[in-house]
């Protein structure tokens, strides 16, 4: 990344590179590291997004809402993927037992305990994002008191 006062397109650019990281709860000093972004720079903004955060804007409220619909397609991604990969381990396991492989079973089953272990966990986390409420929720709840 190039020194100096950044242009206002550039600015936008390193805002919304930026507010990507802050959405994921990453560190300033991940973030920096990973973009190139100096850590100064990406500590006064996770500050003004922490102010946001005690004094909520529509702004604000839309982002943490949208951030909440895409982690949950995210994880909805995942089951589907796990949900594939064991039906594939369950193939091998058939061909494995018809081809008297009984290591090759045994490694297969345990491969398909660790995705339906790794399924369940993901399922948990989808169930408590969705039940977690978002800041507009929490606002109204409140009848407009923070």
């Not at 909520?56 to 409220?61: A, Q």
């Not at 297969?108 to 966990?121: C, E, Y």
């Not at 399922?123 to 409420?133: E, F, R, Y």
Request: net charge positive.
């Amino acid at each position: 990344m190039k020194r100096g006062r950044p242009t206002l397109h550039s600015q936008r650019e390193i805002k919304e590179i930026i507010l990507e990281y802050y959405e994921q709860n990453i560190s300033a000093k991940v973030a920096a590291r990973n973009s190139g972004i100096n850590r100064k720079t990406i500590l006064k903004y996770y500050k003004v997004w922490d102010t946001e955060m005690t004094e909520p804007s529509e702004d604000f409220m839309l982002r943490t809402n949208t951030t909440k619909e895409k982690a949950i397609e995210s994880l909805d991604r995942d089951i589907i993927s796990l949900n594939n990969d064991e039906k594939i381990i369950e193939y091998l396991k058939k061909k494995a037992m018809n081809s008297e492989s009984s290591e090759e079973y045994e490694r297969l089953t345990k491969l398909k305990l660790k995705i339906m272990d790794q399924r369940m966990k993901i399922v948990s986390a989808k169930i408590n994002l969705i039940g977690t409420p978002t800041a507009d929720i929490i606002i109204n709840q409140n009848g407009g008191r923070r």
